[in-house]
T-cell receptor, first 110, second 117 residues
Framework: EDQVTQSPEALRLQEGESSSLNCSYT??????LFWYRQDPGKGPEFLFT???AGEEKEKERLKATLTKKESFLHITAPKPEDSATYLC???????????FGSGTQLTVLP | GAVVSQHPSWVICKSGTSVKIECRSL??????MFWYRQFPKQSLMLMAT?????????EQGVEKDKFLINHASLTLSTLTVTSAHPEDSSFYIC?????????????FGPGTRLTVL
């Protein structure tokens, strides 16, 4: 059974304090590892797709990396507007649906 | 690109009535759409996979007679909550699969907040 685990559940950072969010996955035949951002009362917003170990993608203050067992979302010098829940999801084998982690709720304090 | 809309964004209804929620892919065609439910401070729970031109596939524990899904075109899927009760109050989110060069990517709608009185 495919599993995706995110840690920590919640993270509070001071503005400018860089950190990383972790996503561990156990899936059969990874076809894609996805990161989404979700603001309260809204649907998830697509951020990145990673396909193979060693791959990295960047967008503004966010950088996602992938190994054979984990993905990290690095946040550099975060701002309060980066506060949100970050969701990780895996697409495996012949599956059409994503397996989601439980999310990391990030709060960036001014 | 890859925009998904939902309508309505919120709805309040009386117990026993039915509510229809629409999910549209605005700038791409989607043979597969998904319907999720989300409770406060919890992650997304997949309810069903909506397939264009065929019956939806429901997850275990989801009542197909209560949550009717129709995917009549490549850009529209609807979820009808029949005979709604207060326990059906939740945040419902749809997603549509965009087929790209790398792999398929799910893009999500903004969600619909359903409150059943």
């Amino acid at each position: 059974e495919d599993q995706v685990t995110q840690s920590p559940e919640a993270l509070r950072l001071q503005e400018g304090e860089s950190s990383s969010l972790n996503c561990s996955y156990t899936v059969s035949g990874l076809r894609g590892l996805f990161w989404y951002r979700q603001d309260p009362g809204k649907g998830p917003e697509f951020l990145f797709t990673l396909y193979s170990a060693g791959e990295e993608k960047e967008k503004e203050r966010l950088k996602a990396t992938l190994t054979k067992k984990e993905s990290f979302l690095h946040i550099t010098a975060p701002k309060p507007e980066d506060s949100a829940t970050y969701l990780c999801a895996a697409l495996s084998g012949s599956a059409r649906q994503l397996t989601f982690g439980s999310g990391t709720q990030l709060t960036v304090l001014p | 690109g890859a925009v998904v809309s939902q309508h309505p964004s919120w709805v309040i209804c009386k117990s026993g009535t039915s509510v229809k929620i629409e999910c549209r892919s605005l700038d791409f065609q989607a043979t597969t759409m998904f319907w999720y439910r989300q409770f406060p401070k919890q992650s997304l729970m997949l309810m069903a996979t909506s397939n264009e031109g065929s019956k939806a596939t429901y997850e275990q524990g989801v009542e197909k007679d209560k949550f009717l899904i129709n995917h009549a075109s490549l850009t529209l899927s609807t979820l009808t909550v029949t005979s709604a009760h207060p326990e059906d109050s939740s945040f419902y989110i749809c997603s549509a699969t965009h087929i790209g060069q790398g792999t398929d990517t799910q893009y999500f709608g903004p969600g619909t907040r359903l409150t059943v009185l």
